[in-house]
């Protein structure tokens, strides 16, 4: 008996009549390739059904389906929502997923407003405040000397997200990679932070940083152009 | 007709399943947070058009995707000559299939944008959310043909994003 894809999959996910579905049954119980489809896209489906069950367990918020005053407190609740500034217990849990550097108590430590630059987004560190500015916004190629965070290089990773690293933030530099629309960070490394000079090599200053630029980049780094063409296209 | 707060009841009540849906449409953690409040803001902005008794998740589902539909198509006219740059974003990237037993979010999202949005949604609601496909033709107000060949595509194509 041939099946067509159709009937296979309608059988797959329980849509056919008793009988349809005991020969569909019978049919893939007898044929090993048939089989195997059968388990391979039970298997692909737990799996994707498995990733995107995570988000049922996020309680339901307090206020639903509110139109926002006006635009002022629309972006505060949005910033609220991007960035919980980190708490000690939370913290100390997330940092065996970090590679980290000294001085990390003075950029994330407890007590700090959402003015911190790095901050929890369920278990991400993610930057936030003026270091995502930075990031979204500063091109290594046109930045002026000054206060604030400091740009080095872009990259993308071996998993083909964009990277950048950065300096100045709180006297550490660090590395940041794209991932669900935010900057995760990848590494925080205290001291060390250049003043003036050629700040596109400074962030390899630090070796820590530059041990982890190295494990991380696949291909070159950016150039002025390529960095400009990835700013454009939203850092994706 | 539905008053507000039988409509927030409802909301609350479908609140996750509303934002996984909204999840597996987006291309990211931001645009779904996005468009779950605007989904919210609509369906108690129209509670009248709800009638008690009918379900409350094909209703919501249906405004979910048309917001989202609207968002897809006015990004599209902005930023069409991006296209090509966002299709490569799995390549090279190799998925071992078999090996990886779990997948995390990111991925499954990634995976998810490289489907055509008409394969996306039916896959959303069918595979991810758990919908009969009579329930998703209703939903998208499409024949359950249509559905079904969508859905054959669309699965097929996952397969071989994520492997095994």
């Known amino acids: ?236 | 007709m539905a008053s507000r707060s039988e409509l927030e009841a409802q909301l609350r009540e479908h609140w996750p399943r509303l934002r996984r849906f909204a999840y597996s449409l987006s291309r990211d953690a931001a645009d779904a947070d996005d468009l779950v409040q605007d989904v919210a803001m609509r369906a108690m902005a129209s509670c009248d058009q709800w009638q008690v008794g009918s379900r409350f998740d094909s209703w919501i589902f249906r405004i979910t995707r048309n917001l989202w539909i609207d968002t897809v198509r006015s990004r599209g006219r902005r930023d069409k000559h991006h296209a090509p740059a966002e299709a490569g974003e799995l390549v090279g990237q190799d998925p071992t299939p078999g090996i990886e037993a779990s997948l995390d979010l990111s991925t499954a999202m990634k995976a998810m944008q490289k489907l055509p949005d008409e394969q996306r949604e039916v896959i959303a609601l069918i595979l991810i959310d758990g919908l009969g496909y009579r329930e998703a033709s209703e939903v998208l107000d499409l024949p359950i043909g249509t559905i079904s060949s969508r859905l054959a595509r669309g699965r097929t194509a996952l397969l071989e994003l994520l492997g095994e």
């Open chain 1, 1 to 236: 008996m041939t099946i067509d894809e159709e009937t296979f999959f309608a059988w797959l996910d329980g849509e056919l009549e008793a009988s349809a579905a005991r020969q569909v049954a019978d049919a893939v119980a007898a044929d090993p390739v048939l089989a195997r489809r059968a388990h391979e896209h039970r298997a692909m489906q737990d799996k994707l059904r498995l990733a995107f069950n995570g988000l049922l367990d996020a309680p339901v918020p307090d206020r639903i389906g509110e139109a926002p005053v006006d635009f002022a407190a629309a972006k505060a609740k949005r910033d609220e929502r991007r960035e919980v500034p980190v708490r000690l217990p939370q913290w100390a849990a997330m940092a065996a997923t970090l590679v980290l550097g000294l001085g990390i108590g003075a950029i994330v430590g407890p007590g700090r407003g959402s003015d911190s630059p790095v901050a929890a987004v369920q278990g991400q560190m993610v930057a936030a405040a003026g270091l995502e500015r930075a990031l979204d916004t500063q091109l290594a190629s046109a930045q002026q000397g000054g206060a604030g965070p400091r740009i080095g290089l872009t990259f993308r990773n071996g998993e083909g997200a964009l990277c950048r690293s950065f300096s100045g933030v709180a006297g550490s530099s660090g590395l940041a990679c794209r991932a669900g629309g935010q900057w995760q960070v990848k590494g925080l490394f205290g001291g060390q932070a250049g003043q003036g000079g050629d700040y596109r090599m400074a962030a390899g200053e630090d070796p820590r940083l530059a041990a982890l630029i190295e494990e991380s980049i696949a291909g070159e780094p950016f150039d002025a152009a390529a960095e400009r063409a990835a700013q454009e296209n939203g850092w994706r």
